[in-house]
């Protein structure tokens, strides 16, 4: 619950909100937070418990991994007074949609989770020697990302076995030993939620140019 404490160095115009006008806005604003907080934490419960039976909608789980992306960026607080709650609102706000054109923006436009599983082509390509290959995670997974050259033989293991959290990730590939040739990395997934268990593997070609 948020209870503001009155700043009384505060300058006010009494004759528009009177001491009790403010206890009000206080009582209002400490009560439709707490309404909020109990109604979005139901919501996230039932979409849990619909994922737990396997019986949630695409639709529906796409909307458990947005509230569950917003209750990161949006980190629960106890302001201490009008100003204050007012302040952090705005901040929130500029942070997810991105309207500042900051840094700190940018952080968090990076923090928010991908929806599915995806390996990017590589940048660039053709490329010599370096290339930057990504993939996204949706989910905590155990993941693996290995490059083959055109016979299939292992080259290298960029990812071996690692847990990883959901989220974006780079990985530099560095071909100065390799010849001029074609490439392939393969991504493969498990997935160590048992309420999401299943494996995902895509493959891509790349190409060294020297």
């Known amino acids: 619950m948020i209870s503001y404490r009155d700043n009384p160095n505060d300058v006010y115009d009494s004759r528009k909100f009177s001491t009790d006008d403010r206890k009000t806005l206080n009582e209002n604003l400490s009560k439709s937070f707490s309404n909020q907080v109990n109604k979005q934490t139901s919501e996230i419960k039932s979409l849990e418990e619909k994922l737990t039976r396997n019986e949630a909608s695409n639709s529906e789980k796409k909307k458990h991994q947005e509230m569950r992306t917003l209750k990161e960026v949006v980190k629960a607080r106890k302001p201490e007074t009008v100003a204050n709650h007012v302040s952090m609102i705005s901040d929130d706000l500029s942070r997810i949609v991105k309207s500042t054109g900051s840094d700190v923006s940018d952080k968090y ?74 490439y392939f990395y393969k991504l493969v997934v498990s997935s160590s939620n048992p309420i999401n268990a299943g494996n995902y593997s895509e493959t891509k070609r790349m190409v060294l140019l020297k």
Request: without cysteine; hydrophobic residues 35%; glycine residues 4%.
């Open 109 to 182: 436009e990076e923090n928010i989770l991908p929806t599915e599983f995806a390996l990017h082509q590589n940048y660039p390509n053709p490329f010599n020697p370096v290339t930057k290959i990504s993939f996204d995670l949706p989910q905590d997974s155990k993941v693996n990302l290995v490059v083959y050259d055109l016979l299939g033989r292992e080259v290298t293991r960029l990812v071996n076995n690692e847990f990883k959290v959901a989220g974006n990730y780079t990985y530099d590939f560095n071909a100065a030993s390799l010849s001029s040739g074609v």
